[in-house]
């Protein structure tokens, strides 16, 4: 298949290593905001319908007692995710060290002004590392098998060239039970290019987003070469400024079934919402995050530009073929 090419000329590899530590870097220097800081945020609303679409797919597929591995799991956001699904266990793992030290404070519960609760149920380890670069089936050789598998906001960050982009998914396969559940969220190609070709230009976005593509960017390239470093920048008001990758959804599809990973669905977050926020549990759930107004059954406290934002991004759920060893 196309996929097994290898497109990337010599050289593209320190190239890409550059904007690894871009990323690395920029998310390193994020630093921990105050409640305060984080309730005046101009994404404020978006930040909790991104957490209810997290909390939707691991309440979905989270059972009582898994083995969780969380890739690129920044501060630890999820922590408290996982703690009411009443997992097992728990290993996270992030390229930025600042991002991982956080995890850490929050996961042992001091200095940290966002909770003031009773300490996580399940035992964790928490890495820092490339989870793209680095084979994790050595690393986690004593952790695994794993139920779940859990990438966030992040899978992306892997498709600047086709061995990362490969290393991502074997190490994913690598690790998860056969049966075992891959879920995830990353932008949604088909939504970014649709605006691209909207735009006319080599730039759009709104007052609280903004994304670039390379000048050496053209739809002819685009659709003749490499499916990989299609890399653009993205810029989100008060969370992201760094450079990202175009994941064409067919080829992330077809490439995860070379690793025996089939996928169950896939569905861009504005379709998420209205399908999940029909039912009354997740409903609740929504206005406890603080993402819905009371008495209204849309998206109606996030601003426009907020739930445009939404638009360009989707959730997955991918099951590792084979028969669970478990029921
Ligand atoms: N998953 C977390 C969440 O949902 O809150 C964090 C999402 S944040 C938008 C993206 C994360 O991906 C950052 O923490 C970043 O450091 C991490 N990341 C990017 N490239 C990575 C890589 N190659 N290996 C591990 N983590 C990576």
């Not at 993402?291 to 638009?311: K, M, R």
């Amino acid at each position: 298949p196309k996929s097994r090419v290898k497109y990337t000329p010599e050289g593209d590899a320190h190239f890409s290593e550059d904007f690894v530590q871009k990323v690395a870097d920029h998310y390193s220097a994020r630093t921990n905001q105050t409640l305060e800081e984080r309730e005046a945020s101009p994404i404020i609303h978006l930040k909790k319908l991104n957490n209810w679409i997290k909390s939707v797919l691991v309440q979905l597929y989270a059972r009582r007692g898994d083995a969780v591995l969380d890739l690129a799991c920044g501060k630890g956001g999820d922590l408290i995710k996982w703690d009411k699904a009443k997992i097992g266990y728990y290993v996270g793992i992030d390229i930025a060290e600042g991002s991982i030290e956080d995890c850490r404070t929050r996961y042992n519960g001091d200095a940290d002004h966002h909770q003031r609760r009773k300490k996580f149920s399940f035992p964790a380890r928490l890495i820092c590392g490339d989870c793209y670069e680095v084979r994790l089936d050595k690393v986690l050789a004593d952790d695994a098998p794993f139920d779940i598998c859990s990438c966030q906001f992040a899978l992306h960050y892997s498709w600047s060239t086709e061995a990362r982009a490969r290393r991502a998914l074997a190490n994913v396969s690598a690790l998860l039970r056969p049966g075992g559940t891959f879920i995830g969220t990353m932008p949604d190609a088909n939504v970014i290019i649709k605006k691209l070709r909207e735009a006319e230009e080599l730039v759009f976005g709104n007052s609280v987003y903004w994304i670039r593509f390379d000048e050496d960017y053209s739809e002819k390239k685009f659709k003749s070469s490499s499916p990989y470093g299609i890399k653009y920048k993205f810029h989100l008001e008060d969370a992201v400024d760094c450079p990202e990758w175009i994941v064409p959804f067919n080829i992330f599809k077809s490439l995860a079934e070379e690793y025996d990973l089939e996928l169950v669905f896939v569905k861009n977050a504005h379709e998420f919402v209205h399908e999940y926020l029909k039912k009354p549990e997740y409903i609740d759930l929504m206005r406890r995050l603080g993402a819905l107004g009371d008495g209204n059954q849309d998206q109606s406290t996030l601003s426009p530009d907020e739930w445009e934002v939404a638009y360009l991004y989707l959730a997955f759920v991918l099951k590792k073929r084979g028969q669970p060893d478990r029921m």
